[in-house]
C-alpha cells in the first residue's frame, strides 16, 4: 500500500556522510505463513471494537511493530521470526486493517498512537517495549515514544515518513502538491463502492485495491483480495492516507521532546534516479531534505544513528530482512543497562483526535 505515496514523487536518499550497512542481494523469499490469512488474536480495546495482534517468542524486551500505511502485520512477516528467536516480537493491524475491526475515528497518528497503548494494556503485553516503525508507521511509534517514554527501551525505523518531509517537499516541487487533491478526491469513488462493485481487472479495481504481490503465497495474495474491497479496509488506508501530512504530522511535530539516551537506529534506501520532469538540481534538493530531516530524528536521542541499506527500496524489512532483524537485535542488546518498569504504568489515554 505504501505505493500510494508515490503522487507526491518522493524519493529515498543516500546519507553520504552517515554509516552505510553493506547487504546481501534483495531478499526473494516468499512470505507463506498462514497467520496473515486469518485473526491471530482479537483484543477488544473499547466496548465493540477489536485490534488483531500476533505475538510470538519469549522474554524482553518485547519489540512491537507498526507497518506503513494502508499495510497489514503481513509486510513483517521475514523480520518478526527471527527476531522471535531473542525474545518476545508483537505485530499487529490498525483499526480497519488486516483483520482488526474499523474504528469510528480519524486514522490520526495519534488515535494510532492510542489504540496501541489501550491493546497493549488489554493483551498485557510485558514491558518495555523496544518499537519498529515502517514509513508512516514510524511516524507513529515516533509519537508513541513522546507520549510514553518511561516505556519505551529503544527504536529502529525503517526507511521512515519524517513528519515534515510532505510539506516540504510540496513547497520546493509544487507540481507534485498540484497532484495531491484530484488523487484523494479520485479516492471517494473507491468508499462509494460496493465489494461486488470490484470486477476482475476493472479500473475500479486496480485503483482501489492492490494487484497480488509476488513476496507473498497465493492464500495470502487472496485474502488480500476479498478484504482490500471492504468499506472498513477502504476507509481506514483512505483516511490514514488524508491525515498522513497534515493532522498526523502536526501531532508528531508538536510532541517533539529529548529521547534522551534511547537507543535509536534510523534505516534508510539508496537513493532512486530523477523521477517524471524533475530537473537533477531538484531531485539533490529533495536528497538533502531527506538527510536534514532524518539526522534530525536520529539527533532526538544521543545514541541516534542513520544507516543507508544498500539493495534495498522502501520496503527494507522485505528487500533486506536480515538487515533489520540486525538493527533490532542490536537495540535489544542495547537496552541492558536501561531501567525496566516495575509494572505497566496507569498511564493515561489521549483523547481521540
Not at 17 to 43: F, M, P, W
Not at 251 to 270: C, E, T
Given at each position: 500500500m505504501e505505493m500510494r505515496f508515490t503522487h507526491l514523487m518522493i524519493p529515498?536518499?543516500?546519507?553520504?556522510?552517515?554509516?552505510?550497512?553493506?547487504?546481501?542481494?534483495?531478499?526473494?523469499?516468499?512470505?507463506?505463513?498462514?497467520?496473515?490469512?486469518?485473526?491471530?488474536?482479537?483484543?477488544?480495546?473499547?466496548?465493540?471494537?477489536?485490534?488483531?495482534?500476533?505475538?510470538?517468542?519469549?522474554?524482553?524486551?518485547?519489540?512491537?511493530?507498526?507497518?506503513?500505511?494502508?499495510?497489514?502485520?503481513?509486510?513483517?512477516?521475514?523480520?518478526?521470526?527471527?527476531?522471535?528467536a531473542v525474545t518476545q516480537a508483537c505485530s499487529y493491524d490498525?483499526?480497519?486493517?488486516?483483520?482488526?475491526d474499523p474504528?469510528?475515528?480519524?486514522?490520526?497518528?495519534?488515535?494510532?498512537?492510542?489504540?496501541?497503548?489501550?491493546?497493549?494494556?488489554?493483551?498485557?503485553i510485558e514491558l518495555p517495549y523496544i518499537l519498529v516503525g515502517h514509513s508512516s508507521g514510524g511516524m507513529n511509534v515516533k509519537?508513541?515514544?513522546?507520549?510514553?517514554?518511561?516505556?519505551?527501551?529503544?527504536?529502529?525505523?525503517?526507511?521512515?515518513?519524517?513528519?515534515?518531509?510532505?510539506?516540504?517537499?510540496?513547497?520546493?516541487?509544487?507540481?507534485?502538491q498540484a497532484t495531491y487533491a484530484p488523487y484523494m478526491e479520485s479516492l471517494q469513488q473507491c468508499l462509494r463502492a460496493t465489494p461486488s462493485d470490484f470486477a476482475p481487472e476493472s479500473e475500479l479495481l486496480k485503483k482501489c485495491v492492490p494487484g497480488p504481490d509476488p513476496r507473498y503465497s497465493a492464500a495470502i495474495n487472496a485474502v488480500e483480495l476479498e478484504r482490500g474491497k471492504q468499506h472498513g479496509h477502504l476507509s481506514a488506508w483512505i483516511s490514514e492516507q488524508q491525515q498522513v501530512w497534515f493532522t498526523s504530522a502536526n501531532q508528531v511535530r508538536a510532541g517533539h521532546r529529548s529521547f534522551g539516551d534511547l537507543p535509536l537506529i534510523v534505516l534508510i534506501h539508496p537513493p532512486f534516479e530523477r523521477m517524471g520532469s524533475e530537473t537533477q538540481e531538484l531531485r539533490d534538493e529533495k536528497n538533502q531534505l531527506w538527510i536534514r530531516l532524518d539526522n534530525e530524528t536520529a539527533a532526538m536521542s544521543s545514541r541516534g544513528t542513520v544507516r543507508t541499506v544498500q539493495n534495498s527500496g522502501h520496503n527494507i524489512q522485505l528487500d533486506q530482512p536480515q538487515v533489520v532483524t540486525d538493527a533490532i537485535l542490536e537495540v535489544v542488546r542495547a537496552t541492558s543497562d536501561r531501567t525496566k518498569p516495575a509494572a505497566h504504568p496507569k498511564a493515561a489515554v489521549p483523547d481521540r483526535q
Amino acid at each position: 500500500m505504501e505505493m500510494r505515496f508515490t503522487h507526491l514523487m518522493i524519493p529515498s536518499v543516500i546519507l553520504s556522510s552517515i554509516g552505510h550497512v553493506c547487504a546481501a542481494e534483495k531478499n526473494t523469499t516468499i512470505i507463506d505463513n498462514v497467520a496473515y490469512t486469518q485473526a491471530q488474536r482479537l483484543v477488544s480495546i473499547e466496548q465493540g471494537r477489536r485490534l488483531n495482534i500476533y505475538c510470538t517468542g519469549r522474554g524482553t524486551p518485547t519489540v512491537i511493530f507498526d507497518s506503513g500505511l494502508g499495510d497489514s502485520m503481513k509486510v513483517w512477516g521475514l523480520v518478526q521470526p527471527a527476531v522471535s528467536a531473542v525474545t518476545q516480537a508483537c505485530s499487529y493491524d490498525r483499526a480497519g486493517l488486516g483483520f482488526s475491526d474499523p474504528s469510528l475515528w480519524p486514522g490520526t497518528s495519534a488515535n494510532i498512537v492510542g489504540d496501541l497503548h489501550r491493546l497493549l494494556r488489554a493483551a498485557r503485553i510485558e514491558l518495555p517495549y523496544i518499537l519498529v516503525g515502517h514509513s508512516s508507521g514510524g511516524m507513529n511509534v515516533k509519537l508513541y515514544v513522546e507520549t510514553y517514554l518511561s516505556q519505551v527501551a529503544g527504536m529502529v525505523l525503517v526507511d521512515p515518513s519524517p513528519e515534515d518531509l510532505g510539506t516540504m517537499m510540496w513547497a520546493m516541487d509544487p507540481a507534485s502538491q498540484a497532484t495531491y487533491a484530484p488523487y484523494m478526491e479520485s479516492l471517494q469513488q473507491c468508499l462509494r463502492a460496493t465489494p461486488s462493485d470490484f470486477a476482475p481487472e476493472s479500473e475500479l479495481l486496480k485503483k482501489c485495491v492492490p494487484g497480488p504481490d509476488p513476496r507473498y503465497s497465493a492464500a495470502i495474495n487472496a485474502v488480500e483480495l476479498e478484504r482490500g474491497k471492504q468499506h472498513g479496509h477502504l476507509s481506514a488506508w483512505i483516511s490514514e492516507q488524508q491525515q498522513v501530512w497534515f493532522t498526523s504530522a502536526n501531532q508528531v511535530r508538536a510532541g517533539h521532546r529529548s529521547f534522551g539516551d534511547l537507543p535509536l537506529i534510523v534505516l534508510i534506501h539508496p537513493p532512486f534516479e530523477r523521477m517524471g520532469s524533475e530537473t537533477q538540481e531538484l531531485r539533490d534538493e529533495k536528497n538533502q531534505l531527506w538527510i536534514r530531516l532524518d539526522n534530525e530524528t536520529a539527533a532526538m536521542s544521543s545514541r541516534g544513528t542513520v544507516r543507508t541499506v544498500q539493495n534495498s527500496g522502501h520496503n527494507i524489512q522485505l528487500d533486506q530482512p536480515q538487515v533489520v532483524t540486525d538493527a533490532i537485535l542490536e537495540v535489544v542488546r542495547a537496552t541492558s543497562d536501561r531501567t525496566k518498569p516495575a509494572a505497566h504504568p496507569k498511564a493515561a489515554v489521549p483523547d481521540r483526535q
